[in-house]
């Protein structure tokens, strides 16, 4: 089983194999995705990585606050999607 975590504070310029490239040094990581805006195509700042369910408080733990390409990360438990 994965578990998502929410990764905020990223620099614009972050790819999805630099985070997945992060993560993996500290757990086991399936995949990332960096959210981008829809009409410019550019970086919201913030993405998603899915890791292992036993990793997943431990790295959220660990990583919130690391520094990440001179930023502050903010990491915890991706929350599900609200429908309306």
């Known amino acids: 089983m994965t578990k998502t975590l929410y990764v ?12 997945t490239e992060f993560f993996s040094r500290y757990g086991n990581v399936v ?3 960096i959210i981008t805006d829809r009409e410019t195509g550019r970086s ?3 993405g ?3 890791v292992a369910e036993e990793d997943a408080e431990r790295l959220a733990e660990e990583l919130n606050g690391a520094e990440f ?16």
């Open 8 to 19: 905020g504070n990223l620099p614009w310029s972050t790819t999805s194999e630099e985070l």
């Open 31 to 33: 995949g990332s995705r």
């Open 44 to 46: 919201r700042g913030f």
């Open 48 to 50: 998603f990585v899915e």
């Open 69 to 84: 390409n001179g930023r502050a990360l903010t990491v915890n438990e991706a929350k599900p999607r609200q429908t309306v």
